[in-house]
């Protein structure tokens, strides 16, 4: 046994002493991918024994350590869960926080190191509850205040949640009322990777109740609105995975806010526009809440009905009561009405019938079995008309020119002939106590123009849109374009300016050029011009010089000989030589 343990403990040693040498490889470009290759195979060939020690030598890896290195050690924690599935349960805490000192890393290739290792850890290793494999990263995420921490949480904990093979509805859904909260607060940074988590939990059941969805849809619409577009697209994303998951608790949003998405669809980021269009895609396929508003039930028909429907088939029925408003003590009137009476061929319903055949082939084919069902046996139809005590029936009821004076009557008999496929059922007296006009007709027409004119204000409200947008983006380039030309002004002004400095400069330059030269010539000339052959020539004396200057200078001569003699003379006393002053003649 002593052998064995230590026979253990050297191949222990080994093991570590091989990794550490191999991590060591990996800072370096040229044994990087060997030393990769290398560990690849270590971990294929570790044995659950071994598991530990190898975890340890990865995990005790810093900020020190050059990017690659720590990169390559998240990717061998994804290799360790893939290989050994869940003989890693006992060691999930270790992974985890192996994967949580991660996060703030600044290299976004190392947080997408740690999301991948996160995604492999809850697809494989499946023994441990939901709960306590996001525990550590629910905690960094309400916990870090470092943004780059904030984010690699968020998209670690939706790796998660989108890998998981059965995550936990129940805890997610308890979890979303506290993910709302974060993301409208301030201090909160990564909005759009918590708009991502978002979208993961409500695309596995975490919004699985009305009070959810109420809450949630007002929230993310906020975010569409974001001049971020990383957060613009989340929000997008989020709200299509929800049109996806709960489409029967979006009905009372779908008219309210589709518009609003369909005016977003020229977004200026690619990404964007391609997440608008797969939401509004998914929105369009939610059901309409008019869809389950039923028709009014009418009461059962009496026996008179049943036996009429038999030969007219049942498309619509419109009844009809008229009341005058008298008080509850007045006399009916029953007055018999023919066929003839109806105003069937007067102008108006001509009019009416023109119209309608131009209009749509559905409303000609419906005046086309008008007039079949006018053509057939005559029936008397049976008006009931109440009115005070004393008063005749004809006061109320007056036919001139076969045109029906009553307002009610002629709306009535107007609304019959414009419904598709209606028509006229005699008027039962037990059925009516009250003098009243009551219409009712199953057609789909008025829900399908209210539905086009839904349309057609959508397509208006779209082309309003565009044209702000257009307009906005005239006004930006025109802005552009005067502050260009300004620009361009002031350059101009500039240019000029310092032109007209350098033609100053140099004009000076060459001025006071020129006054230096012309002093020099003229020093050139005062001082060192020597006189001529023709100066010393004895003709030009003679020429120049009259005789009278010849004998003053002689004389002047004389004297200046004598000056200079006596000052010569003076140092005889002194035993100085003596000159004769006739050797100078």
Known sequence: MAATNKQKQIQARDLKHHVLTCIHKLSDRDTHSAAASELESVVKSLSPETIPLFLSSISATDSSDKSPVRKQCLRLISLLSEEHGDCLSPHLSKLLSAVVRRLRDPNTSVRSACIAACGSISSHITKPPFPSIIKPLLNALFTEQEMNSQIGAALCLSAVIDAAPDPDAACLRKLMPRFEKLLKCDSFKAKAALLTLIGSVVGNGGASSQLLVTNLVPCLVGFVKSDDWAVRKAAFEALLRLATMEKEMLKEFKASYLRDFEGRRFDKVKAVRESIDQMLEAWKEIPDSSDDISPQTESSPSSKEKTRDAYYPPRSKISYRMSSGASN???????????????????????????????????????????????????????????????????NLKYKDEKCTNSETRRALFIQQ????????????????????????????????????????????????????????????????????????SLE??????????DGISQDLAVSNRQQLSSNRKTLFTCCKLPTAEFFSSRLWKRSLPSQVTAQSTVGVREGLRVESSRRFQFQGNHGFILNPLAHE
Not at 362 to 389: H, I, M, N, W
Not at 419 to 448: F, K, M, W
């Open 418 to 489: 414009k419904s598709a496929g209606s028509r006229v059922v005699p008027y039962d007296e037990e059925r009516s106590e009250q003098g009243t006009i009551v219409l009712s007709s199953e057609t789909g027409d008025l829900r399908t123009n209210l539905k086009e004119c839904e349309e057609l204000s959508q397509i208006q409200i779209q082309l309003v849109q565009i044209e702000k947008q257009q307009t906005k983006l005239l006004d930006i380039v025109q802005k552009f374009i005067g502050n260009t030309q300004s620009g361009m002004h």
């Open 493 to 502: 002004t500039r240019v000029r300016g310092l032109e007209l400095a350098l």
């Open 329 to 395: 003590h007045s006399k009916k009137y029953t007055t018999p009405i023919n066929k003839s009476h109806f105003p069937d061929r007067s102008p108006t319903t001509k009019v009416s019938r023109r119209s309608l055949v131009e209009g749509t082939q559905k409303k000609s084919a419906s005046a086309v079995l008008f007039g079949k069902l006018d053509r057939k046996k005559p029936y008397e139809v049976k008006t009931e008309v109440s009115a005070s005590q004393g008063t005749p029936p004809w006061d």
